[in-house]
């Protein structure tokens, strides 16, 4: 990864995107409205364009709190953090230092997988509680956000995906999770 730009700083920890996160953002965004224009041939090309990237920026902004929660675990041990950078592969957050102990390391590793899986429960939960709309195939774009048809699909969608990413992150060995 080379050098990052930094757009943030959240609890005395820099926060920067790695050039190669805008190639993977764009990926998820052209993805995202495509599906969402596939489920829902009722929305138009610009609110399914409008909707993936609200659902890309949101997915990335649950990554942020998945590393945020790794890097505030290691401040809470005294360990100093220099940056959370987000990049193609997701994020990491960087340390100056090692923690001081096998029980402190997996306390700051398990915490960003927990947190995942946290936000995507309580986003499903939001999205069967109150977010039922009656029929969204045959309402148009702006009647489906009104009836939070639209966030519910957000919901869901990040939901899972956030549940999925968590549990992924559980399990030891995955290449990408070091």
Known sequence: ?????????????????????????????????????????????????????????????????????????????GL??????????????????????????FVMAILGPVTSIVIGFVLLLLAGIGLQPQNLMQLDPMEALQDLGALRTLAVWLGSINIILGVFNLIPGFPLDG
Do not use: C, Y
């Open 80 to 105: 100093p953090v220099n940056k959370i950078t987000l990049f193609l592969f997701g994020g990491v957050s960087n340390l100056r230092e090692e923690p001081k102990s096998p029980g402190n390391e």
């Open 1 to 77: 990864m080379g050098k990052g730009i930094r757009i943030a700083k959240l609890f005395g920890i820099n926060i920067e995107v790695d050039w190669s996160w805008l190639l993977i953002l764009l990926l998820v965004v052209w993805n995202l409205s495509t599906t969402f224009s596939q489920v829902h041939p009722n929305w138009s090309t610009f609110f399914a364009i409008t909707m993936g990237i609200l659902a890309a920026l949101l997915f990335f902004l649950s990554v942020l709190l998945h590393e945020l929660a790794h890097s505030l675990v290691a401040k809470s041990q």
